[in-house]
């Protein structure tokens, strides 16, 4: 039997065509392309194609590919059962019973034809993001807001959680955070989905094994987090006070580290610091200095741990810049990676290995059973 790492740390678990960390050059890649240059170029459909259709898409593909997310519905009763939930019920958790609910709409939920999967995974990355732009309405009691076809999926998507008309430049900014969490290669939600879909289970019992990871303060309930201790903070010194105080009872600074960039900083969380950056330019964000607050704290776990800013550092501080509330910062992350996780279910289906791997027993041995009298 091969060694054994904890956390897999370092292990091949899988191979793949979709993404690579290439690590050594500070490059994503995916499929070919690179990630930081489509989150400075591209719309999110181009992403949604290079992943489900295998291959960028041409305007009259990208074009329909917006056109199935916009329009695909998300049927009353998964609303209805949203409704019945408690408001108090954590976001993801909300997230992944809707996710559950939405399987019994889709007379194919239990398929794990890749062809059959492919096709419908528009409609799904559609309905997810339909799904977690009300999550906040429905459980305040407000209707559902639908997507309009005369309106990108990216602006659909921010209006439909701000409520209120927004910038072409808060449009983008939105979008770029969309495709900076599109695909990340073997992280453990994708993980735990390709796992799930090796067993030939399908794309929804796949895909909220993923949500289920993505709560994880470890993993993409970071985000939440790092936006509550900025606002916590308040100030660049008052950060400072707060990271020295829990880096002094051993506490994880949420938004820094990471298993694969260690020590470096993640090319996604630089170009979402350029982004946050442009839009507080534009916008402002009243009486909190976002960016000098941020700044202030790479500096500090730079110094003090030699640690760096992953994705979740920058996304929260541009999620709040836009005025999105913050129970959805990791259901939006889902939402985005919905994309990446339907790719990786597909090809796992399209050769698959059921996964099994074995376990080092560390127990007792050689203990016997002695029939005693049960009085
Ligand atoms: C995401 O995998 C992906 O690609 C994920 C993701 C994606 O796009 O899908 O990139 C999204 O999940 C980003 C990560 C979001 N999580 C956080 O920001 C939570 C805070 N970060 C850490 O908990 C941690 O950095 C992990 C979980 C991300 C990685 O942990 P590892 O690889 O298991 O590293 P470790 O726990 O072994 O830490 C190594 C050392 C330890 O110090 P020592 O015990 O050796 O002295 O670094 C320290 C840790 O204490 N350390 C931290 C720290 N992260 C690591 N110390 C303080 N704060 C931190 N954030």
């Known amino acids: 039997m091969e060694a054994y790492k904890p956390g897999l740390e370092d292990v091949i678990a899988a191979e793949t065509q979709i993404s690579y960390l290439d690590v050594e050059h500070e490059e994503i890649i995916v499929r070919g392309y690179s990630l930081l240059e489509l989150i400075r170029s591209a719309c999110y459909a181009d992403v949604v194609g290079l992943l489900i259709d295998e291959r960028l898409p041409d305007a009259q593909r990208r074009h329909e590919l917006e056109q199935e997310m916009i329009r ?8 209805k059962i949203l409704a019945m939930l408690s408001p108090a019920m954590h976001a993801m958790d909300r997230l992944r019973t809707a996710l559950s609910a939405l399987a019994g709409f889709d007379p194919e939920a239990s398929t794990a034809d890749p062809e059959r999967e492919q096709a419908k995974a528009p409609r799904l990355i559609g309905q997810i993001a339909q799904i977690v732009a009300n999550l906040a309405h429905v459980a305040a009691g407000r209707a559902p807001v639908t997507f309009r076809s005369d309106w990108s999926f990216a602006e659909n998507f921010l209006r439909a959680i701000v409520t209120r008309a927004v910038t072409p430049q808060e449009v983008r900014a939105f979008e770029q955070a969309l495709i900076a969490y599109s695909e990340h290669e073997l992280p453990n939600s994708t993980f735990a989905a390709r796992v799930v879909a090796s067993t030939l289970s399908d794309l929804y019992g796949s895909l909220t094994a993923a949500v289920a990871s993505l709560k994880g303060p470890l993993h993409g ?7 509550a201790m900025l606002l916590e903070a308040k100030t660049p010194d008052g950060l400072e006070r707060l990271i020295r105080e829990r880096l002094a009872r051993k506490e994880r600074i949420m938004g820094f580290g990471h298993r694969v960039y260690m020590r470096r900083m993640d090319p996604r969380a630089q170009l979402l610091k350029e982004v946050l950056a442009d839009l507080v330019k534009a916008k ?16 500090l776990m730079r110094t003090e741990k030699n640690l760096y800013p992953n994705l979740d550092y920058y996304a929260a501080p541009v999620y709040y810049a836009l005025g999105i509330p913050t129970e959805l910062y990791t259901p939006l992350f889902f939402a985005a990676r919905s994309a990446g996780l339907l790719a990786h279910i597909i090809e796992q289906h399209r050769e698959n290995r059921l996964y099994r791997p074995r376990a080092r027993y560390l127990g007792p041995r050689g203990l016997h059973y002695e029939i005693r009298s049960h009085t």
Not at 72 to 79: C, F, M
Not at 221 to 227: C, L, P, R, T
Not at 284 to 299: F, I
Request: glycine share 12%; aromatic share 4%; net charge negative.
């Open 221 to 227: 309930g970071a985000n939440e987090a790092v936006i």
């Open 72 to 79: 695909a519905s998300v049927p009353e009763p998964v609303y």
């Open 284 to 299: 402002g964000t009243g009486e909190l200095d976002l960016v000098a607050l941020c700044e202030r704290g790479e500096q």
